[in-house]
């Protein structure tokens, strides 16, 4: 057998082989088709949030990430909630960087692209009571040296869902208040 021979039948096997090894993997061509179908557009469903911040409406979707969830869209905006408050938002106006929000004993921090907004001061988190078929935890805030107070809030639905927050995330602007759609993200 001379050595163009050898090239054509060595890369006819490996072709085959190739074919070969595709077919073996079809039961994840249809795991991904049955991600295709109707099934994923109700899993995105049950995740859609939607944000109201300063006028301006978002989409987002919850993804439980640990101990936290980040509500994201696309790769430009992004929400972390920790369960009881809101860390960190980027993305939502484009005039305003990344806010990071962090707490250091009794007082909340404030930056934006890492340099200090605000101190404030914030109750401990308070039981109001029912709200239509559910509960609503409350906090109220004060900005240090300012006579600025807001409420931030958690409703929980009665089958355990948190199905809104309202936040202050930056002391320019009104509170970002985000949504459940299907009223059901635990």
């Known amino acids: 057998m001379n050595k163009q021979n050898s090239i054509g039948l ?29 099934d ?8 859609e949030w939607q944000a109201n911040w300063d006028g301006n409406q ?7 990430a640990g101990a936290e969830t980040i509500f994201a869209f696309d790769n430009r905006l992004l929400v972390r909630f920790d369960g009881w408050n809101i860390t960190q938002v980027v993305g939502v106006l484009e005039s305003v960087g990344p806010i990071r929000i962090e707490q250091q004993n009794s007082e909340w921090l404030f930056f934006e692209n890492e340099r200090l907004l605000s101190r404030d001061r ?29 409420s931030n809030s958690i409703r929980i639905n009665a089958a355990g ?20 759609v299907s009223k059901s993200i635990k």
């Not at 994923?40 to 995740?47: F, S």
């Not at 988190?125 to 900005?143: F, H, I, M, P, T």
């Open 161 to 180: 869902f948190i199905t809104r927050l309202a936040f202050s995330v930056h002391p320019e602007y009104p509170s970002l208040i985000m949504e459940s």
């Open 40 to 47: 994923e557009a109700d899993l995105l469903k049950d995740a």
């Open 58 to 64: 978002y989409t987002l979707y919850a993804v439980n």
């Open 10 to 38: 060595f890369l006819f096997l490996a072709f085959s082989l190739l074919l070969a090894g595709c077919s073996v993997h079809s039961g994840q061509l249809d795991g991904v088709r049955q991600l295709m179908s109707g």
């Open 122 to 150: 914030c109750s401990d988190w308070l039981k109001q009571q029912d709200v239509a078929n559910g509960v609503e935890y409350r906090q109220e805030c004060s900005r240090q040296n300012t006579s600025v107070t807001y």
